[in-house]
């Protein structure tokens, strides 16, 4: 029980500690080059990607973050842009799909690729899968959500 | 919860500009430097005050055993994706701890190549179920939805991929 309570906090400390090392300057970082023209001439071109899976250049700031440091972080961007945007339930949903299915790109795939995973199979494959997914499921709720209107 | 009064600052967005005369550069860096510093300790207090609750359970369900005995329950699908039954326990390690945790106990285990590679892409879909639902859930999604969908996403991304690497092979 000691060492679980132990094992607890010294965990949750190391937990807080990266988050805050990550969400601080991606949020600062965020707010002096949001305005910039570099930033949005990437954020553009991201989101000229992005919207083959339905997502809209307001989304496409919060997926690219989420895509590429992690799904705490693009979640914690997307919390700050649901409230600054109102970006609404169908893309908070199309992008937690999304990301649910790839995120962290660089970090989480090469510690398998340390291992001697396939990078085709785990980055490409698994991004091509992504996108399916993520079409899929968000026809199959747009159809849900269509006809429960349909029928109050 | 803090003040929301951030949604008026001018310039924050990526479509907004300022009204009237533009202010200096530097007071500009000043003001966007606090307007960020603000948003990233509310985006940390928000998301420690999830993810810490979840991160204990999480060591609840591994002390209880939990992981041990869902891997037990996950080994006959494990054929379905041409891995061995012990590769259900990194998998479920993946799902409940996170990919560092899932690495690890897969160096235990003697596996071909392609076999690393499927299990990687089922874990990479779906792992650190608990924390990362909690920041789902914080987005006003399902945590345990989309805890569901990873898992059988990852399952099946990786079933597939199997079926395909034995057509190319």
């Known amino acids: 029980m000691v060492d679980l309570l132990h094992t607890f906090v010294t965990g949750s400390f190391d937990l807080l500690l990266r988050v805050f090392l ?13 305005g910039t023209r570099a930033f949005r001439v990437v954020v553009r071109a991201w989101a000229r990607v992005v919207r ?17 440091f992690g799904l ?33 790109i660089a970090e989480d795939s090469l510690v398998f690729i340390a291992l001697g995973a396939s990078i085709f199979w785990i980055v490409v494959y698994r991004i091509a899968w992504a996108a399916v997914v993520t079409l899929a499921l968000t026809a199959v709720a747009g159809l849900l959500v269509r006809r429960l209107r349909g029928r109050g | ?61 591994e002390r209880l055993g939990v992981i041990a005995w869902l ?5 006959p699908l494990m054929t379905l994706l041409g891995l061995p039954g012990d590769a259900a326990v990194p998998l479920v390690v993946g799902y409940v701890l996170n990919i560092y945790a899932a690495v690890g106990s897969m160096q ?17 879909i779906g792992h650190n179920l ?8 914080k987005a006003g999604m399902n945590g345990f939805a989309f ?23």
Do not use: C
């Open chain 1, 22 to 34: 990550i969400v601080v300057p991606i949020m600062v970082a965020l707010e002096l080059f949001e």
């Open chain 1, 52 to 68: 083959h899976v339905g997502l809209d250049e307001r989304s496409a700031a919060p997926t690219l973050i989420g895509f590429l």
């Open chain 1, 72 to 104: 705490a972080y693009g979640g914690g961007v997307i919390v700050r842009d649901v409230r600054r945007h109102d970006l609404g339930r169908r893309q908070v949903f199309i992008m937690s799909v999304f990301l649910s299915m790839v995120h962290a």
């Open chain 2, 1 to 61: 919860m803090d003040s929301l009064h951030d949604n008026g600052v001018p310039g924050g967005s990526v479509t907004g500009s300022a009204p009237g005369a533009p202010p200096g550069l530097g007071a500009r860096f000043k003001r966007d430097l606090r307007i960020g510093l603000k948003a990233g300790l509310q985006t940390f207090w928000e998301l420690a005050r999830v993810m810490i609750p979840a991160y204990g359970a999480t060591l609840i369900l």
């Open chain 2, 71 to 75: 891997a037990r329950a996950a080994r």
């Open chain 2, 108 to 124: 235990a285990l003697d596996l071909s190549s392609r076999q690393i590679t499927v299990l990687a892409i089922a874990i990479l």
């Open chain 2, 130 to 137: 608990l924390v990362e639902g909690a920041v789902l859930h």
């Open chain 2, 147 to 169: 805890g569901a969908l990873r898992v059988v996403a990852g399952l099946a991304a990786a079933a597939v991929a199997n079926l395909l690497m034995g057509l190319l092979w």
